[in-house]
């Protein structure tokens, strides 16, 4: 492993939004209802993004169950963060997780996703994939151009609802806040099924980002080069893990 994958491996980190507050530059989730609904969320792996999430979900309305990859890493993780941040995450494993959820979280690397069919029920789920599927080295993405890691996450996991989001967000980002000055932070969220993306966009502005619907699931072929930028800039042109990409409009 090269040294530029050491410190990405190493340096983990670690509201209530009304359907008013809402970013009207956005388009508006269309499946009615959903808005103000509180939610069971899952999130499976209890690393970096896993507990940066957690910690962030965890303050909305919104239900957190964490898993992991044994019985023991979800109700570990949520009694830490728990202690650490006075909040009331549920642990258990990752079968149950999903079961018990309305969305799940796969705060995994890339290649484990495909295994975890084996381990739950993700049908009919909403399932949210955050990952950049990069190579071992750090030197790019294993895959894309004609497909990408959230297209691959919904071949994977049959009768999933896929969706892209939050992978253009360091983990480091999650404990200092998603407040950037005067700007809130972007998450580009794609997929092809409507009200899923909705749910997700929704469950973004709840947690405090500034959501922006980029469509298609298969928009996920240029947000994962997008997510690699982020490590590029972050990593190997020194500029630090508190950044993240944002569109300029007028
Ligand atoms: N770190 C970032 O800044 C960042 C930013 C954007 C997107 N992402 C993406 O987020 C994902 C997670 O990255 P990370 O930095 O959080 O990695 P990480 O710190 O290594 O955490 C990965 C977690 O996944 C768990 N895991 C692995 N295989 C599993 C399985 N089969 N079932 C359940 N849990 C499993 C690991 O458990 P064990 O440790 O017990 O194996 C670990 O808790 C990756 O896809 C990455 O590309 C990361």
Not at 40 to 54: E, F, K, P, Q, V
Not at 107 to 113: D, G, H, L, Q
Not at 163 to 184: C, E, I, S
């Amino acid at each position: 492993m090269n040294t530029t994958a050491k410190i990405i491996r190493q340096q983990g980190c670690f509201s209530d939004q009304s359907k008013e507050a809402y970013p009207s530059h956005h388009k508006r989730p269309n499946a009615a209802g959903i808005w103000r609904r509180k939610m069971n969320i899952a999130i499976i792996g209890t690393g970096n993004i896993g507990s940066g999430l957690a910690v962030t979900l965890g303050k909305t309305k919104h239900g957190v169950v964490l898993a992991g990859s044994d019985a023991s890493s979800g109700p570990d993780a949520a009694a830490k963060l728990n202690a650490e941040h006075g909040l009331s995450l549920q642990g258990t494993d990752v079968a149950q997780a999903v079961k018990l959820a309305e969305v799940v979280i796969l705060a995994v690397p890339f290649p484990a996703i495909a295994g975890l069919a084996d381990t739950a029920d993700f049908n009919g789920k909403i399932v949210v994939d955050v990952s950049n599927p990069v190579t071992e080295d750090f030197s790019g993405l294993a895959i894309g151009h004609s497909t990408s890691a959230a297209e691959e996450t919904a071949k994977a996991l049959s009768g999933a609802r896929v969706v892209k989001a939050f992978n253009t967000v360091f983990a480091q980002v999650y404990a200092d806040g998603l407040d950037f000055g005067d700007r809130k932070l972007p998450t580009y969220v794609a997929s092809d099924d409507e009200a899923a993306r909705a749910t997700v966009l929704a469950i973004a502005a709840d947690a405090g980002f500034d959501p922006v619907d980029t469509g298609a699931l298969a928009s996920a072929r240029h947000l994962e080069p997008l997510g690699y930028l982020n490590i590029q800039f972050g990593y190997m042109l020194g500029h630090g893990t508190q950044i993240a990409p944002a569109w300029l409009s007028r």
